[in-house]
């Protein structure tokens, strides 16, 4: 079973993910860019059985982005780590720039480019959806 470790900017938060990713892709929309603070944030969807904190758990701090999502980010550093659904419990949504090793999987896709910062252009060939692609479930899809 392929395995891949995650950690935080100051490395005092460290997690396991056991198993495949599900669908990659790289969301656009405003909350995403404020939460990462770049272009867009690179994510997927994993089933919360296949996360394990190693360290760090007590140093996490949470924020209710919507009525459905958690955001938890560390509270020394900021670094984001993980999504929590309240519509889907045992999914997580994992931010791709805290892992490490090699990721074979490609992004699937531009999310909510209807939004995407005006000073960024878009090079790739993947394709845009100016929201989600076709409905929100292919997102929150896991491998497992």
């Known amino acids: 079973m392929a ?19 599900g669908p990659i892709f790289n969301c656009h929309c405003s909350k995403c860019r404020r939460w990462h ?18 360290s760090g758990a007590d ?22 780590l993980i999504s929590t659904y309240k519509d889907h419990p045992q999914v997580l949504g994992i931010a791709l720039g805290g892992l490490e090793g090699e ?3 490609q992004p699937q896709g531009h999310l909510f ?10 090079t790739d060939n993947l394709p845009q959806f100016p929201g989600w692609p076709g409905a929100e479930a292919l997102v929150r899809k896991t491998a497992d």
């Open 59 to 80: 140093n996490l701090s949470s924020y209710d982005s919507s009525d459905n999502v958690t955001k938890y980010f560390c509270r020394t550093c900021g670094s984001p």
């Open 103 to 105: 990721i074979t999987e």
């Open 37 to 54: 603070g770049a272009a867009f944030r690179t994510r997927t969807s994993i089933l919360r059985s296949q996360f394990t904190w190693l």
């Open 3 to 21: 395995e891949l470790n995650g950690k935080c900017l100051c490395e005092a938060v460290q997690y396991r993910i056991a198993g495949k990713l």
């Open 113 to 122: 480019t209807d939004s995407k910062a005006s000073w960024h252009q878009i």
